[in-house]
């Protein structure tokens, strides 16, 4: 663990230096690394405000949609987690029911390959249409082409609009090495909170998990995405250091608590 954590710590620095920020900032990852995270008592009631409650395929239509909202308000939900197009959908729904879920939406997903005008305007478009947060997966190519000032770049284009931001890493595609800088460039950017995996490329794995809450100490969120379809894993995840958890299976989860 102190290995991994003075790895952290000297990879904080030369990133800083490579991409010409404040040391100030590695400084700050030095901290989180030495702050203790404690795991919050995990019930039924608790994992359901952890939960973002997720449909993202490519085929939901407008009643899946309005199905996710209202279950997310019957539940406890903390939020949804729909596609772009339909964030107005969601929005009108909340207003009419005057439902308390956050409004969650995909930037640049599933692949992370777009340019930094589009991430921009995409999520500037999904803020204007009601999203409360916005999941950009980071460009994971310039990311394994060792592009990092181009990676960080692009990233901090999304960070612009004043909405909480968790940047999906799409850990299981990653080597350790790359899994750091990928959480430390979410970190240098301005992310909020650093998400594991969109689900569709990736799952999510504790050791990820834990590797996130590290760096993330107590400033940044954790979310773990990908694969979570019962209560063990949920529990496991949240065990780890998973603050949030991105599902598809909540209400079964919840059903069978």
């Given at each position: 663990m102190d290995n991994l954590k003075e790895k952290i710590t000297k990879r904080a620095k030369e990133?800083?230096?490579?991409l010409g920020i404040s040391p100030v900032e590695a400084k700050k990852?030095?901290?989180?690394?030495?702050?203790?995270?404690?795991?919050?008592?995990?019930?039924?009631?608790?994992?359901?405000?952890a939960i973002d409650h997720t449909i993202l395929s490519?085929?939901?239509?407008?009643?899946?949609?309005?199905?996710i909202c209202l279950e997310a308000e019957n539940y406890g939900f903390k939020a949804v987690?729909?596609?772009p197009v339909w964030i107005k959908t969601?929005?009108?729904f909340r207003k009419k029911e005057n439902a308390s879920f956050k409004i969650a939406t995909v930037i640049d997903f599933p692949l992370g390959?777009?340019?930094?005008?589009?991430k921009e305007a995409e999520s500037k478009q999904a803020v204007a249409d009601g999203a409360d947060e916005i999941d950009v997966v980071i460009n994971i190519g310039l990311l394994k082409s060792k592009k990092l000032k181009e990676c960080f770049e692009i990233l901090k284009s999304a960070v612009k609009t004043e909405t909480y931001v968790k940047v999906i890493l799409e850990t299981s595609a990653l080597s350790e090495e790359e899994k750091i800088d990928a959480a430390l460039l979410a970190v240098?950017?301005?992310?909020?909170?650093?998400?594991?995996?969109?689900?569709v490329n990736g799952k999510a794995a504790a050791e990820d998990v834990k590797l996130l809450r590290m760096i993330a100490g107590n400033r940044l969120g954790v979310k773990a995405a990908g694969g979570i379809r019962d209560k063990e894993t949920l529990v496991a995840m949240m065990k780890a250091g998973a603050d949030r958890i991105g599902c598809s299976s909540s209400v079964s989860i919840m059903e069978n608590w």
């Open positions: 990133l800083a230096d490579i990852i030095e901290e989180n690394l030495n702050t203790g995270y404690t795991v919050p008592e995990i019930s039924k009631e608790t994992a359901a405000k490519f085929n939901a239509a407008e009643n899946d949609v309005l199905r987690c729909i596609n969601a929005a009108d390959a777009s340019t930094a005008a589009a240098f950017a301005g992310a909020d909170m650093l998400k594991t995996s969109t689900g």
